[in-house]
């Protein structure tokens, strides 16, 4: 009888030991990929990077997210990349940055042309040349899942700033169904 027990014991040991290693390498045994490595060692690299995202980086915390999406939002006939650096818990993505070579010679390095990096939950995708994300607004009693609220901005480039600039803001309902006031504003080319 105490064989079995120390067989399950030992079973159980051996699978707390793999869901722990699985949650500090961030939820995949998987290695990243040469994209991946790129953006961050840029990020790392980046003076402009803020010290909250570096440590994730090198403390394992967070990750550059797989899904690397490139589209010309410079206008400059170039790919650019969207990256996200994500965590492997409730956070999800925590910022998000676009890489390019604008207003430099095609085979020039990459450069963070805009940064966003104190989000939360957010989803960036490509609409057209703009870069739109989304984060959730919640209120008292909303779970992590299902936010009342959506906020949704747009971000174009100015060839000004050198950089993604808001364009549009406004409010959508969350997943739970609410339906708030939609409001729009628009932030001039600065």
């Not at 030992?10 to 030991?17: E, N, Q």
């Not at 990750?63 to 492997?88: C, H, K, M, N, Y």
Request: overall charge positive; proline content about 5%; hydrophobic content about 40%.
């Amino acid at each position: 009888m105490r064989r079995p027990l120390r067989v399950q014991a030992a079973l159980a040991a051996l699978a707390l030991a793999a869901t722990a290693a699985l949650l500090v390498s961030g939820g995949s045994s998987a290695a990243p990929t040469k994209s991946q490595q790129l953006f961050r060692k840029a990020l790392l690299d980046d003076d402009k990077t803020t010290s909250a995202i570096k440590k994730l980086l090198r403390e394992r915390g967070g990750i550059v997210a797989p899904e690397i999406e490139f589209a010309d939002l410079t206008g400059d006939a170039r790919s650019d990349a969207v990256v996200r650096v994500d965590t492997s818990g409730a956070a999800g993505a925590v910022a998000v940055y676009v890489f390019s070579t604008d207003g430099k010679a095609a085979d020039s390095p990459l450069r963070a042309v805009y940064r966003s990096q104190q989000l939360y939950r957010a989803t960036a995708e490509i609409a057209g040349a703009a870069l739109v994300l989304r984060v959730p607004r919640y209120r008292e009693g909303d779970d992590v899942c299902c936010p009342a609220k959506l906020v949704e901005r747009v971000y174009t480039w100015s060839a000004a700033a050198k950089s993604l600039v808001r364009r549009s803001s406004r409010e959508l309902a969350g997943p739970n169904g609410a339906t708030p006031t939609t409001t729009t504003t628009t932030t001039p080319a600065g």
